[in-house]
Each structure stands twice: as structure tokens, then as C-alpha cells.
């Protein structure tokens, strides 16, 4: 274990000395989501892409990360983003094409078909097929909406990752939170470097299939899956029902997320390293929902009840902060 975070480690420092003489991994900071100055490499994710490939070939896996189609699908998916981490921009619609063809090729050769979701509805096995589909692409968007801030998606995904490792002790999962925790070291709480786009989609792409197969195995309920990752799908299905309701583009960024508006409020109360410090105030209202999940992962009522609570607590939470920066912005002029 401790071979793979210094592999990620010495991978992603190498990244951050490469991008003080070249700008292929640089990030631009003059983006609506930017949030820092400093010039910083955003391939991240290509230090714990590149661990992950190492533990492949050196490992032995099971399912569901096991196969030559599993892996395919995996670097496709990574891909989607990373073109984007060394700017080679994809248009949002070719992204989520080459999301959605990776995903099948994973869901096609690893029984991830959930159609029981019990005590709400059942489906059909092909709409259930496209559902999963859809399931995995959302979460791998999820996480990288979520990903403006240092340790903020990597802390998640870590989380998430260990949660699935006390349920259900794997080699691979533990694994995966090591190659994080070796990114980590250089992002949180300084931002030496970004994880991009490319990790972000990888990260909830593995958290989500992780998550799929444990329900399928019985050893949670598929709300327990949702229950703890539900901050970034909130995040997104919100961000694009306000994007509708303004009339704008689902796809088109914009600085009105959470995460964004508590950093606005943090930033304007002039507390010290705003950007870490929103990372860690949002891990840390998550954390009790998903303990309290934990706790509960095979009852279902429960689970629905939880995930209730928090989307009540979003909502409450995201329009005090809305409402404050705007006083605020206005106390200003």
C-alpha cells in the first residue's frame, strides 16, 4: 500500500516540476470557476491514473475491475477529461459520447445492472441497462462539478472509497484511496496541483462502479450507494434545473455552486485560505450523513429518509449563502 501513494506522490511531483518550464498541464486560472492565481498543473488525475495502471498490471484484480473491456472503458473515460487537462478541449456533447461508450464497454463484460429498487420501483433489464449507464457518466460528471476547491472532490472520493473498504475489505479499494491520499499530499490544503478533469471523471467513475457492485452483492442497498455520493449529485442536478430555469445551457459553467457561493462568503469575511477551508467545512457537514448511512446501508426507508434530510439541509444551506454574499456584494457598492 504504502508503494502505490509514494507512486502517486512521485508522479504528481514530477508533474508540478514539469509545469514550471512548460505549460501543457497548466491550468487557466481566467476560467468563470477559476479560483486561484498561481500557475498550477491540473493532471493530478495522471498520477493516480498512472498508479492505477501500475497496480493493474502488477496486481490481481476481481470483479467488477477485472477484463480487458474494463479497462478500456476506464481510460476512455479518463481520456474524456484528461484531453481537456492538457487543452485539447472536446466539446461537452463528443466528452459525454466518449463517457457513455467507455461505460458501456465496462457494463457489457461486468454484471453492473441494478434493476430492483426496492421499495420505490423495478425495471425492466434494458432500461435498467441504460439506467446504469446513466448512473455511471452522472456520478463521473458529479465528481468533477464538485471539483473547484483543494482536497474538496479527492476528499469525497477518499471517503467514499474507505467507506466501501470497511463494508466490504478489498485489496482494490484500498488501493485506489492510496493513490488518492498521494495526490492529496501536494493538493491539500496548498493546490501545488489540480486534479483535472481526467481524475475527477476516473475517480467517481471507480467509486460508482464500486458502489453498483456492492448492491448487487447484497451488502448495501442501491440508496446506500446514492446516500454517499449524493452531495455531487445534488450538486448537479440542481446546477442544471437553475441553468433551465434561467433559460441557459445545462452544459454552460458558472460560479453559482455551493461550494462556490461559501467560498464567496468566506472570502468576504477575509478568513485566511478561503479555498482549502471551503473543502474542509463541506466535507465535514457531509461526513454525518454518511456515517449515518453507514449505519444504515441495508435499510432502505432509512436511507430515503436520510437523503431527504440532506437535500432539505442543501437547499436551506444553499439559499442562507446565496442571500448573504449577495447583502454582502451589495454592502460593498
Known sequence: MGAIFLTSL?????????SKKS?????????????????????????IFLSFVLAYLFESFETPFKGFFVFLGLSLVFLSGFLEDINLSLSPKIRLILQAIGVVCIISSTPLVVSDFSPLFSLPYFIAFLFAVF??????????IIDGFNGLASGICTITLLVIHYIDPSNLSCLLAYMVLGFMVLNFPL??????????????????????????EQKISVFFGLNLMLYPVIEVLFSILRRKIKRQKATMPDNLHLHTLLFQFLQQRSLNYPNPLCAFILILCNLPFILTSVFFRLNAYALIIISLVFIACYLIGYAYLNR?????????F
Open 23 to 47: 505549460t501543457l498541464f497548466v491550468d487557466n486560472a481566467n476560467k468563470i470557476q477559476g479560483f486561484h492565481h498561481a500557475r498550477t498543473p491540473r493532471a493530478g488525475g495522471l498520477g
Open 191 to 216: 493546490g501545488k496541483i489540480f486534479l483535472g478533469d481526467g481524475g475527477a471523471y476516473f475517480l467517481g467513475l471507480v467509486c460508482g462502479i464500486s458502489l453498483l457492485n456492492l448492491s448487487l
Open 10 to 18: 512521485f508522479i504528481c511531483s514530477l508533474i508540478v516540476l514539469w
Open 135 to 144: 448512473m455511471l457518466v452522472g456520478i463521473s460528471n458529479a465528481i468533477n
Open 324 to 332: 448573504r454574499v449577495c447583502a454582502l456584494e451589495k454592502r460593498a
